[in-house]
Structure formats: structure tokens, C-alpha cells
């Protein structure tokens, strides 16, 4: 296959996604550090969509105390035995901060490596929250996606913005954050972070906010290098959906045995999810990868530590 991987201008950033790297699983990290924007909605509704195309996935936790993510697979293990249907499961680690970095840092990798050594995606979902394990998270990820709710009051998170002009002052806090790691691993010589911002939550009225978040976000794209992508649109189904861990992928016309049959809303709803994980532009199942990996491999070169 040919590497189809062109280098930005800074040597930090991804412009398209290289091939993975042979015998280890690509690496998607969700993140964002503030609650109520759909991480852990995505991180299923984008595994379900990998595993339909019979790639091998794995989804890590790191946000156990909540346990949205981890409540969620539960659920859909609970639905499939109380109906008897069969339906993709991902494998699942949910790892449970301590305090202790070190420690964190003994229960990510430990959670992280028979997923990287045996599956083709390992998709994690981080806490909404500057924590220990979101930074380890990130220095590990191959694919960055973040949620970002179609609002000002969210994209504070990423830049300061003059209220008169709507020109970005400058980067924020996560927006810093995520430089810092993709500078770091730029020095250690590791590939460049393909970081894309969704814009979730998308209203289908033609707003001025959302206009003007569009501009807003496509300006600060340039310059701080990220690309956008349109998320999922506010719809009360995926709420319906998390009690029995059902996606919309799942879902069939007439009912078929699982979940409620298909809408036309629903129908819709589903292509936006299509949308987006073909908008990752992430690298296809390498099928022999995991199994043709030697029992002495290590997981991962080794990447930084989390700043």
C-alpha cells in the first residue's frame, strides 16, 4: 500500500492519515475536558461502526468513576443475553484512577496492551476533566477526536475569543494541552497526532451562532491545526438507545428482534454517524496484524511522558 502520509509544514501536525504501523492496533483517542459532550456515545457509536466492517476492536475506559462508557457495553451484554441475539462486543477495560501517577500509569498500560497487541482499533474515551490518565491518553494516540458541543460557552475550551470581532485572542487550555503532547512526541520522533474537532450536537436551523461557529472553528483550525469534522446531531434516540446499549448501527428496519425499527430519523441519524468515522480517515484493518505478532513484542515504541 502506499504511504499516503504528507507532512504539515510543522512536523507536529497530520494533514492525512498515515498507514498504521505494522502489527500493532491504530489508537483513537476521544477527548475533551468537559463533561456533556457526547464521548462516550461517540466512542460506541464508532466502534459498532469499525467492528461492521469486521475489524477487531477494543474500548478502554478511563473514566471509571462515571462509568458512561463502561455502564454502557454492560448494558448491551445485559440486552444480549435477555433477547438472545447476537450483536459485535467490544473487548473492554475500564481503568479507575488512584492518585498515584505511577500507579495510573502501571493500570493504562496494563489495560492498553493486550488491546494494542490484539485487536485492530482501540478506541479510548477519556474524562471530561484535566486528569493524569487523560494526558497518558493522549500521548498514546494515533487519532484524536474531540466532541465539541456547537456552543461558545465549549469552544472557550479551545480559544479565547474577542466577543466584538470573533477573532481568536489566542489557544486555550485544552488547546495548549494537546500541543504540548503533540510537540513532545514530534521531539521523540514519534508520528504526528491527526487531531479532529466534531462539531456534535448540531442544530439543523440556520443560526447565527452557528454560523458564526463555523467561522469561528475553521480560523482556528488553521492555526492551531486540527481538522473538522460534523458530529452527531442532538437527538433524544441516542438516550433511548444507552439502557439496553443498543447504537444506531444495530438498529433494522421492521425491529429484526433488536431495538426499536428504524425512522426515518433514525435512518438519517445513522448516516451521520457513517459520516463521520469515514471522515477519521483512519487506516484499514490490517487482518493478519494482531496474530502475526511475535509473544515477545513489545506493545508500543515508547512514547513520552504525559506533561
Known sequence: MTDTFQPAVNPSIVQVQSVREPGRAHVLVIGNEKGGSGKST???HIAVSLMSDRAKVA????????????RYIE???AYLRRKGVELAMPMHAAVMASGDSADEKARFEAALEPAVLGT?????DTPGSDTHLSRLAHTWADTLLTPLNDSFIDLDLLARIDPETLKVVRPSVYAEAVWKQRQIRSMQGARPVDWIVMRNRL???AARNKRDMGTVIAALAKRIGFRVAAGLSERVIYRELFLNGLTLLDLKRGGGG???SLTM???AARQEVRDLVAALNLPPPDAAAPSAVPETA?????????G
Not at 120 to 124: M, Q
Not at 298 to 306: E, G, L, M, N, V
Open 42 to 44: 461517540t466512542a460506541l
Open 59 to 70: 474500548t478502554i475506559d478511563l473514566d471509571a468513576r462515571q462509568g458512561t462508557l463502561t
Open 75 to 77: 448494558n448491551r451484554a
Open 120 to 124: 485492530d482499533f482501540v478506541v479510548i
Open 203 to 205: 442544530s439543523s436551523l
Open 258 to 260: 433488536i431495538g426499536p
Open 265 to 267: 430519523s433514525h435512518v
Open 298 to 306: 513489545a506493545a508500543t515504541p515508547d512514547r513520552p511522558t504525559a
